[in-house]
């Protein structure tokens, strides 16, 4: 199975930049794709990005142009820098591992990291 380990949440003025990392260990054949989700009390967690094969990406649109995903194969961790960062950013961030690999999970997900935005 994946283990997931995230790092780079914290608190930022509007208009600053943060970066997220997360570590995937274990059973790295599963992954298909990484990315990140988020969530706010109250709300479902949402898609923010995803990075696959080929590097090829996926934003939803609220990030565009400002959130840009990466990812080191080598090391199996996927970054997501994130500029111009505004209130409505705030939220738990999750990495997330979807798999297509039929002996794996179809998802693994981190513990999440706090992002907090202020105005």
């Known amino acids: 199975q994946v283990q997931l380990v995230e790092s780079g949440g914290g608190l930022v003025q509007a208009g600053g930049s943060l970066r997220l990392s997360c570590a995937a260990s274990?059973?790295?054949?599963?992954?298909?794709?990484m990315g990140w989700y988020r969530q706010t009390p109250g709300t479902l967690r949402e898609f923010v990005a995803a990075?696959?094969?080929?590097?090829?990406?996926h934003y939803t649109d609220s990030v565009k142009g400002r959130f840009t995903i990466s990812r080191d194969n080598a090391k199996n961790t996927v970054f997501l820098q994130m500029t111009s960062l505004k209130p409505e950013d705030t939220a738990v961030y999750y990495c997330?591992?979807?798999?297509?690999?039929?002996?794996?999970?179809?998802?693994?997900w981190g513990q999440g990291t706090q992002v907090t935005v202020s105005s």
């Open positions: 997330n591992v979807a798999s297509l690999v039929p002996s794996c999970d179809s998802d693994y």
């Open positions: 274990g059973g790295t054949i599963c992954i298909s794709a």
């Open positions: 990075i696959a094969h080929g590097d090829v990406t």
